[in-house]
């Protein structure tokens, strides 16, 4: 989906700090050096944290640049990527996750239907209560957060199947694009607010960062999870 390196940008009041967290709308958004020397200055350098688990950008700019592109007319009815219109909270007080700097305003464009639209990827943490994998199958449709709570009980009678299929947790985080396909950053569904969204933070990507950032790799190479699992300082390949 072309979601290069050059492309990115990082939001500054994403990046935690001392000051704690500023809305995206209200400070401008400098790029990323695109300085291969440095990685701490490119998305390998960077991880979105939430409460939900720690994404590494990298990672998720590989997951969305291998999904579908979003398509240029009509959505797919209950499938991904969908239409994510930015307005979160109650009615009377809408607050916005995205500026309308990072979604292109209307009108840029006006020939092309995705135009000023931002759109949601499932994007998923490594590791994952069994039996959910850690990755999303965009051809297939969505599991409900019931079927989803039903396949994580202990005594799922799928338990130890090893021909048991798991079923398509989309999970509480997404990545948003715009209709370039470029990342804007990750949203995350609160503790008990299954509906809602709220925006990522952006900070160093830490020792555990680093090791799952391997596992990804790894897995990508043998198409299966590393075991045994890496410990907490893997040696990242390059």
Not at 69 to 86: I, Q, S, T, V, W
Not at 201 to 213: H, T, Y
């Amino acid at each position: 989906m072309g979601c290069g390196d050059s492309k990115l940008e990082l939001n500054p009041g994403d990046i935690s700090g001392t000051e704690g967290p500023r809305l995206a709308a209200d400070v401008p958004r400098p790029r990323v050096p695109n300085d291969k020397v440095n990685s701490a200055n490119t998305p390998a350098g960077f991880q979105y944290n939430t409460p939900r688990g720690n994404l590494q950008m990298e990672r998720v700019n590989q997951m969305v640049g291998q999904a579908p592109d979003a398509p240029a007319n009509r959505l797919r009815e209950g499938r991904f990527p969908k239409h994510y219109r930015n307005q979160e909270g109650p009615r009377d007080n809408r607050r916005h996750n995205f500026s309308g700097f990072e979604s292109g305003r209307p009108g840029q464009d006006p020939r092309d239907p995705r135009d000023g639209r931002l759109y949601e990827y499932p994007v998923k943490t490594m590791g994952q209560p069994q039996p959910l994998k850690n990755t999303f199958n965009f051809a297939e449709p969505p599991a409900t957060l019931q079927e989803t709570m039903q396949a994580t009980q202990a005594n799922h009678e799928h338990l130890g199947d090893l021909d048991y299929e798991p079923p398509n947790d989309p999970g509480a985080l997404r990545a948003v694009t715009n209709k370039d396909g470029q990342v804007m950053g990750v949203i995350y569904h609160p503790a008990g607010n299954p509906r809602g969204y709220e925006r990522a933070r952006i900070e160093p990507l830490d020792a555990q960062g680093r090791a799952e950032q391997a596992r990804y790799r790894e897995q990508k190479l043998a198409s299966s999870s590393t075991w045994p699992r890496r410990g907490p300082e893997p040696s990242v390949p390059e």
